[in-house]
């Protein structure tokens, strides 16, 4: 198994999948500044996504680059356009330049759908996001499709699990957003993440945008409860019921069928 680069490996995501990727066999460098420890079997390379002379040690002979470092819990849209869009873009000149072989992994998110949308979030929608978040990630995807490196781009939605108190924020963000009690989130679990980068990492959707999803999208309302909280229901219409529900169709028929299929499961497993 090649070595592989990993971006953002103290967030929620990474922080999950490096162990699992090393438990698998891959010989992993994870990107890192200021000399923050990384897990055991996991080489450390120091570099700036904002500073792209420094990312040529950390992207020369690998044979995949997983990027998932992204800025998204700050009210600084400046600074999310920099970090997710220009520190994208300067891993790709670097992978251009040091690593024109590697297959590049860009991880993105379900918000790159119209709020409007009238049927759940497909690959092939139009993409129409209202903040800056999801727009840094749909320009990120667009460089990426047109850099000439072999890609695949995945958008994950509500991600959970694995002791990363996510669903356990998810009713202070509720309340934030005003979201409706019936609104329905598509959701997947750090271990489904795990599973379709490594079918990434074989190839298995090179050239192709992918959403991931569980089988079991649940209301807010439900997942509120799940976390331990309760909010006010509602009778209401719902203006728009698509909103964070995505097609998980596409990665069905290319071969990924998630384990821990509804957040049901993950709580009576133990898996939160």
């Known amino acids: 198994m090649g070595k592989i680069l990993v971006t953002g490996v103290t967030g929620l995501v990474g922080a999950r999948l490096l162990p699992r990727l090393v438990e698998a066999g891959w010989d992993c460098r994870a990107l890192v500044r200021g000399g923050k420890d990384v897990p055991a079997g996991v080489t450390a390379v120091e570099g700036d996504l904002l500073d792209v002379e420094s990312l040529a040690p950390a992207v020369k002979g690998v044979s995949a680059i997983i990027h998932l470092a992204a800025v998204f819990r700050t009210q600084d849209p400046d600074l999310i356009w920099k970090s997710n869009r220009e520190g994208t873009r300067n891993l790709i000149i670097a992978a251009q330049t040091h690593a024109p072989e590697a297959r590049f992994i860009l991880a993105s998110t379900a918000h790159v759908y119209n709020a409007t ?135 069905r028929r290319l071969g990924f069928q998630p384990t821990v299929r509804t957040v049901y499961q993950a709580v009576q497993e133990n898996l939160l």
């Open 117 to 251: 949308s009238p049927h759940p979030g497909r690959e092939d929608d139009a993409v129409d996001p209202q903040h800056a978040y999801p727009a840094s990630k749909a320009a990120a995807e667009q460089d990426l499709r047109e850099s000439g490196l072999t890609w695949a781009v995945l958008r994950f939605p509500f991600v959970y699990g694995d002791g990363d108190g996510h669903l356990e924020m998810l009713p202070k963000h509720a309340v934030a957003q005003q979201l409706h009690p019936a609104m329905r989130m598509s959701t997947i679990h750090h271990r489904d993440i795990a599973g379709a980068v490594s079918m990434a990492l074989a190839g298995t959707l090179d050239g192709r945008i992918v959403n991931l999803s569980d089988e079991g999208p649940l209301s807010v309302y439900e997942l509120v409860k799940l976390a331990g909280a309760s909010m006010e229901s509602s009778s209401e219409p719902l203006q728009n019921p698509w909103y964070l529900h995505v097609d998980g169709s596409l990665a």
